[in-house]
């Protein structure tokens, strides 16, 4: 269990894309990670985009980066609730200059622009957003995952088994 050590903040609002919340929480538990579900309230149910429910263990007010080796940002509309949230984008920044992984999937770009994160880097996400990736100064690439140190980028659910291969990876060396 190579990720038995390793505490994953896994952030959740309303109207995720099921399979980009779930299917990397699975993924890390399977490996002996600890992911907690990080959402506006503790003890909350957030729904799903195909109604798939998800409760929060904790807050994000709650919740201190620096207790984490990593971050999970879904992908669904869920992005752009996350992104308003001062919290939220002090985890990702401090994630960031500690250069712990950060993942991010289809919508979930929203976030890291919004956290200031993206300019000079390799990225990947969802299409729709390539614009919005490329105007906040990322280098999109249409791929399947995209790694750039830390930063770990996918773009939708068919690309979820690579996309979290390099983030267990990446974890597992981190």
Same mark, same amino acid.
């Given at each position: 269990?190579? =990720?038995?050590?390793?505490?994953?903040?896994?952030?959740?609002?309303?109207? @995720?894309?099921? =399979?980009?919340?779930? %299917? $990397?929480?699975?993924? /890390?538990?399977?490996?002996?990670?600890?992911?907690?579900?990080?959402?506006?309230?503790?003890?909350?149910? &957030? #729904?799903?985009? &195909?109604?798939? $429910?998800?409760? !929060?263990?904790?807050?994000?007010?709650?919740?201190?980066?620096?207790?984490?080796?990593?971050?999970?940002?879904?992908?669904?509309?869920? $992005?752009?609730? #996350?992104?308003? @949230?001062?919290?939220? =984008?002090?985890?990702?920044?401090?994630?960031?200059?500690?250069?712990?992984?950060?993942?991010? #999937?289809?919508?979930?770009?929203?976030?890291? #622009? !919004?956290? +200031?994160?993206?300019?000079?880097?390799?990225?990947? !996400?969802?299409?729709?957003?390539?614009?919005?990736?490329?105007?906040?100064?990322?280098?999109?690439? +249409?791929?399947?995952?995209?790694? +750039?140190?830390?930063?770990? !980028? *996918?773009?939708?659910?068919?690309? /979820?088994?690579? %996309?979290?291969?390099?983030?267990?990876?990446? =974890?597992?060396? *981190?």
């Amino acid at each position: 269990m190579r =990720l038995q050590d390793k505490k994953v903040i896994a952030l959740v609002a309303h109207d @995720f894309e099921d =399979l980009e919340l779930w %299917y $990397p929480i699975l993924r /890390l538990q399977e490996e002996g990670a600890t992911v907690h579900l990080v959402g506006e309230k503790a003890g909350e149910k &957030y #729904i799903g985009k &195909y109604g798939v $429910p998800a409760v !929060s263990d904790y807050a994000y007010a709650d919740v201190k980066a620096e207790d984490y080796d990593a971050i999970l940002v879904p992908g669904g509309w869920a $992005p752009d609730k #996350i992104r308003r @949230f001062p919290e939220v =984008l002090e985890m990702l920044r401090h994630m960031d200059h500690y250069e712990k992984p950060i993942g991010q #999937i289809c919508h979930a770009g929203w976030v890291l #622009i !919004s956290a +200031d994160i993206v300019r000079g880097r390799n990225v990947t !996400s969802t299409p729709g957003i390539k614009d919005d990736m490329i105007n906040a100064g990322g280098n999109w690439q +249409d791929l399947p995952v995209v790694v +750039d140190g830390h930063i770990v !980028s *996918s773009r939708r659910p068919p690309d /979820l088994p690579p %996309y979290m291969k390099e983030f267990a990876d990446l =974890l597992a060396d *981190s």
